[in-house]
Structure formats: structure tokens, C-alpha cells
């Protein structure tokens, strides 16, 4: 199966998902060249510290339900590991303070929420219950 049938399988919520994950690691990934080719954008509402926790209690709330339901019906603790991890990696972000290299820790925590969807995805495949991965 191609990785493009692969995607499209993928549950609505999960698809929801993947996007804010990778949505949050592009946001940060991109702060800093923004943030240095043009300093006018800098207050602007798309870079503001209000995007940033909505898109991070986005990804994390959405990534628990569906993680968690998916828990319950496969018992695979990987995935719920990587969403740990990547909590890890904003609490280290927010026990730092604000500083040059804090995008690192957005663009793992997107990173991580992103893998631990992927995961759950592969355990749901392989999975040979009667749910299937629609």
C-alpha cells in the first residue's frame, strides 16, 4: 500500500491532528528566520504567545482523546509514550523561561506529537481486532 492510501486512510480526527502536529513544528521552525528577515511581522497576531498555547492545547487535547480511546481498544502504550514526551519537551520549554532556542522545544513537541499519532496509526493497521482504521 502506498503512503498516499496510507494518509488517506487515516481517521478525520487523526488527520485534524497530524496537521496541528505538524502545523506546530512549522510555526516554529519558522520564528526564528521570520523573527530575523522581517522584524516587522514580530507584532504581528501569528507569531503572538496566544497562537502558540492555542495551537499547542489543540495539538496535546485532540492528540490525548484520541490516543487515549485508542488505548483502550488496542492497549499499545507507545503512542501515549510519545505524547508523554513531548509534554516533556514543553514543560523543559516553559521551566526555561523564554529564550533564543526555544523554538528546539516546539518543533520536538510537534515532532513528537505527530510520531506518536503515526505510531497509534501503524498499531491500528496491524491490529487484527475488528476495528479497523477506516
Known sequence: MSKFKKAKQLIPVEKLGLILSFACAIHCLAMPFIFF????????????????????????????????????????????????????????EVSLGSNSYDWIFGVLLGLSVAYAYWVNYQHKTACTCKMKAS
Open 37 to 92: 528577515f522581517a522584524p516587522y511581522l514580530l507584532g504581528s497576531i501569528v507569531f503572538s504567545s496566544h497562537v502558540e498555547w492555542i495551537l499547542v492545547l489543540l495539538s496535546f487535547g485532540l492528540a490525548a482523546i484520541v490516543l487515549i480511546l485508542d488505548f483502550q481498544k488496542h492497549r499499545r502504550l507507545k503512542p501515549l509514550y510519545f505524547l508523554g514526551i513531548a509534554f516533556i519537551f514543553k514543560l523543559i
